[in-house]
């Protein structure tokens, strides 16, 4: 075998890796899409993490479509703070 040919057939792993991941990835997005847009009921959502903010869009969308919505992680303090509950600092 030459290194020519070794070259082309590398290519074409490759290139047939990333046309799988690609195919991957579009399988997954078609199926999270469809579980949103037309979803069974009831739909449940449990959302979790730490900052607030770069999940506060996603939790309004969601809650227009979901029976209940879950909150749990670091945010959920932010949660509490704001309606009034005294949320005391750990010393871990």
């Known amino acids: 075998m030459t290194k020519q040919s070794e070259a082309q057939g590398g290519d074409i792993r490759a290139m047939r890796g990333r046309w ?12 999270c899409a469809g579980a949103v847009d037309s979803p069974a009921q009831p739909l449940a959502a449990v959302i979790g993490g730490a900052k607030v903010s770069t999940k506060v869009p996603v939790i309004a969308s969601l809650l227009g479509k979901c029976h209940h919505v879950f909150l749990g992680g670091g945010m959920i303090f932010t949660f509490f703070r704001a309606m009034g509950l005294q949320v005391r600092r750990t010393t871990e």
Request: proline content about 0%; cysteine-free.
């Open 20 to 31: 799988f991941q690609m195919f991957t990835l579009a399988t997954t997005l078609g199926r």
